[in-house]
């Protein structure tokens, strides 16, 4: 069998199986560690001997350092060192590492920029000797662009084109010309990055909160320069990354290059603070978005262009556009992403990019055109669903995109909204609703993974893989126990550590599906194995509860078969059925917000989301992700936003006090749907990759309910009291 997905495996293995494991909603089995304190995450391991490092960030917004005073904190209590801290790897956590080798240049490339590492015996020692760091700079800030420009911008890549958008435009029977912005956003993972670096005959172990473990080693060896193979990185635990911890950053670096100074074991840990201003932001937006339709709402142009920004010479570039390729119908079209590079931390992969804030606007647009037709909005949506890829003519694999819309409005009640805004009072409140469509790219990952059927009929799952709170542990363990017949208790799954088999990595919603894949694989090698003592093929095998047979057999233990572990890898690369399908994600949204006719608050009243992303791994950590993904949007839409000073470009609102992020009692009943679908051309576990999926059009369809409450319609996001108040219409029309 060949490592590359070339053909769709249509045989549906997980349907044949008998287990009964996989899509069941089975707790994730480290989450009782979790809870109870007892998981160890990256800066909780008790090294002897270890020193604390904290780092320090420019004071200027641009130019470079020129003197690092270490006689200014010399003689301070415990103090043991100072690190320059070369532009370490400023575009780490893109996923894209490898296009700038470190160099030792003291470059400052943005505000708060880390430069330098204190090392101290306590933590308290090193906070105050950062404190007192003095270090000299050759400052530029006068030559640094704090906004991003339309003027002052370059096309991120070849924009997509087809047909001719203009004549288009002008013979349809509506247009619709709409421009939105949308602000910076913060990853704001709950545990802040975190490394303990501890060298040992020159090879370096990591202690680290990463995503990408296989990746994270090359970049780690590449920045201290040595061979990939003398780098451990051990990450079985992370809170949370969404994108930031992707790639690897300030803390780990400068922790392996202090430790290996020191010859001691050195922890770094980034203040809440500092992971605000230092990891990457996602790029703020300006979209425009023009649609022609003819009369009955089908689309003929459709005209997606933004801008977006970066620090100077980044390869990454927001997305935008990337739904909107195939989403909806419109052979006329043009889809383009500038870029201004502008002095603001780096702009990197923030959950669901590019599909995040894309979709929020193109739904609503959808939402406008749909007012300027009469037509109920999920059937506009309906009207456009396009056979293959406009322009392209590229086919979709499995799609449940009506399926989605259907299922959720049912569910939802969205019989019972009126058509027209400001028809719904209730007392201060006007109440309203809105809907979306969801959708994001589904990608197949490269992969390996180790499975162990051991003699005692036991199973061992290992991979590098990541569990970023998504699910990895219990998704992985189900495939293995649902292939190898075991009740999931005699199931062990091993993550995060390089020294285990190269997994996909968390991340672009890939895990599950990918590392799953190589799970699968290795397990039918076992089960070929098997088969081959059973006389009949692996295929027709059955396995439950620990026991064998062939089809019509008798079952037996399958102890009695085994002479010892049977170990077997699996592994899998992307191949055909990637680059001859659209592969996809979908779903949709609708939610009821009621908007204070006096003061513009909105409160959320209910959300639905109804998904479908092929086979359900486990139901319990997928609807977990599509709640997440909510849960993100209703923040998009409402409260989430990076501020920056206009007069230096330094980031204002740098925690979680002033980032505001939806608490418990900002989010009120949800239901989400999971609808079932195979998609044997996304991967042979028929599975595509639900992590970001939630997010994706969420925002839109509180921006839209926010409408057809009130009848404002803001392109400005977050949708704060502040704009809704300047044009909320009067308090007291409607009422009695
Ligand atoms: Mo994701 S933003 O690719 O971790």
Known sequence: MSVTYDSPDHRNMLDRTRQGVIGQPLDRPEGALKVAGQATYAAEYRRPGCAEGVLVGATISKGRVTAIHRDSVAGMPG???????????????????????????????????????VVAETFEQATTAAKALRIDYEDRSADARFEASADASEPAKDPVEAGDLEAALAQAEHVLDVTYTTPCHASAALEPHAAIAEWSDGKLTLHGSLQMVAFNVKELADSVGIDAEDVRIISPYVGGGF??????????????????????????????????????????????????????GRLTALAHEALVSNLPEESFSEPVTQATEFLYAGDNRRLAIDISRITRLTAGSVRAPGEAVGMQVLEGAMDELAVKLHLDPVELRKRNIPDDVPGQGTPHSSRRLVEALDAGARAFGWSHRHPLPC??????????????????????????ARVT??????ILVESDQTDIGTGSYAVLGQIAAEMLGQPIERTEVRLG????????????????????????????????????????????????DGTICCEGGEPRPVTELLEGDLVRTGSIEPGETSENFNQATYGAFFCEVAVNAFTGETR?????????????????????????????GI???????????????HLVNHDLAEYHVPVHRDIPEMEVILLEERDAVASPLQSKGVGELGICGAAGAVANAIYNACGVRLRDFPMTPDKLLAQLPDPFMNTT
């Not at 400052?108 to 590492?117: G, I, N, S, T, Y």
């Not at 359900?616 to 849960?631: F, H, P, W, Y």
């Not at 923040?635 to 470009?649: K, N, P, V």
Request: charged share 25%.
């Open 635 to 649: 923040g998009s839409a409402l409260t989430e936003e990076l501020s920056f000073d206009s007069r230096d470009g």
């Open 243 to 296: 994108g930031s911890k992707l790639g690897i950053s300030h803390e780990a670096v400068a922790a392996a290059i202090a430790a290996r100074e020191l010859d001691r074991p050195v922890r770094v840990v980034m203040s809440r603070q500092q992971v605000f201003e230092s990891i990457m932001r996602r790029s703020e937006t300006t979209q425009r978005v023009r649609l022609g339709c003819d009369a009955e």
């Open 423 to 448: 028809q719904r009072r209730e007392g201060e409140w006007w109440v309203g609703m809105g809907m979306a469509s969801a959708a994001r790219v589904n990608i197949l990952s490269k992969a390996e």
């Open 604 to 632: 959320l009243r209910r959300m639905t989301g109804a998904f479908g992303f092929g086979r359900v791994l486990n139901a319990k950590t997928a609807r977990s992700q599509c709640l997440g993904g909510m849960v993100w």
């Open 497 to 544: 550590d390089s020294l285990y088999p190269p997994g996909a990595g968390s991340g672009g919603s890939w895990g599950a599906s990918s590392t799953g894949s190589a799970v699968f694989r290795a397990c039918e090698a076992i089960r070929a194995a098997l088969a081959r003592k059973m006389n009949c093929s692996g295929d027709d095998l059955l396995l439950q």
């Open 79 to 117: 103090v043991l060192g100072v690190y320059a801290s070369p532009r370490m790897l400023r575009r780490a956590a893109q996923g894209g590492a490898g296009e700038a080798p470190m160099q030792d240049v003291r470059e400052v490339d943005f505000p708060f920029q880390p430069v330098a590492l």
């Open 453 to 458: 059927l051991r003699a005692d009929g036991s």
